[in-house]
């Protein structure tokens, strides 16, 4: 089986997503991951994020093992990956590698912003998380300082408004809900109440089938 997780409440995501991948043990892969580590590296060798050859070159030539590199995390990498993630040509790039992870035994759960209406379309479970943008810039804001990195949660709210509107209105693969995906609102929620309720979005889905 494989459960797709999109939608523009990542900070959360990652940690749902993980959390359900042990539940059902299965595989988990956290796409954002791979656009951050295309960013970083075009912002280790000074490149310019417009230019979408270089991009698709360094996307081409990525390296897996990068993806647990902490630094990936930090809101400016955040911010470069949603600039180099526009480029249609890095998107396909990184196509083959998404697919391949979400085809293995024994199931996957991919998040991102657009595994339910392009990686994996037939997945057979979608969730849409969102949450309310001040209470993602909170999150963020905690888990920055959690780094020990500063955080201003006006900048970082500004921030989190400015990447999902360029993540909605760019023209290759666009952040919207797929047509038969659950939106799950995770504002209210704590971590263990989000994980609760994609659980009983899975178990209904699993019992369907
Ligand atoms: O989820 P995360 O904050 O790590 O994603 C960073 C950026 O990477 C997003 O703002 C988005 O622009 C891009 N991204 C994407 N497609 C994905 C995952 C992330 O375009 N599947």
């Known amino acids: 089986m494989i459960i797709a997780i999109d939608g523009p409440a990542a900070s959360g995501k990652g940690t749902l997503g993980k959390r359900l991948a042990a539940h059902y043990h299965y595989r988990h892969l956290d796409t954002g991951l791979i656009y951050r580590a295309v960013a970083k590296a075009m912002l280790d060798a000074g490149a310019?994020?417009?230019?979408?050859?270089?991009?698709a070159g360094i996307a081409q030539a990525l390296d897996p093992a990068v993806f647990g590199d902490a630094a990936l995390k930090t809101q400016e990498v955040g911010a470069a990956a949603s600039v180099v993630s526009a480029h249609p040509q890095v998107r396909r790039e990184l196509l083959a590698f998404q697919r391949n992870f979400a085809a293995g035994p024994p199931g996957a759960v991919l998040d991102g912003r657009d595994i339910g209406t392009v990686i994996c379309p037939e997945a057979e479970v979608k969730i849409f998380v969102v949450a309310r943008p001040e209470v993602r810039a909170h999150r963020r804001a905690l888990e920055m300082r959690a780094r020990g990195e500063q955080a201003d949660e006006?900048?970082?709210?500004?921030?989190?408004?400015?990447?999902?509107e360029r993540d909605r209105n760019r023209?290759?693969?666009?952040?919207r809900r797929a047509d038969d995906a659950h939106e799950l609102d995770n504002s209210e929620l704590d971590?263990?109440?989000g994980v609760r309720a994609a659980i009983a979005i899975v178990d209904a889905a699993r019992a369907r089938r």
């Open 48 to 55: 310019d994020l417009a230019d979408e050859a270089v991009a």
């Open 154 to 164: 006006a900048a970082v709210l500004a921030d989190i408004l400015k990447r999902d």
């Open 171 to 175: 023209s290759a693969a666009p952040l």
């Open 191 to 193: 971590i263990e109440g």
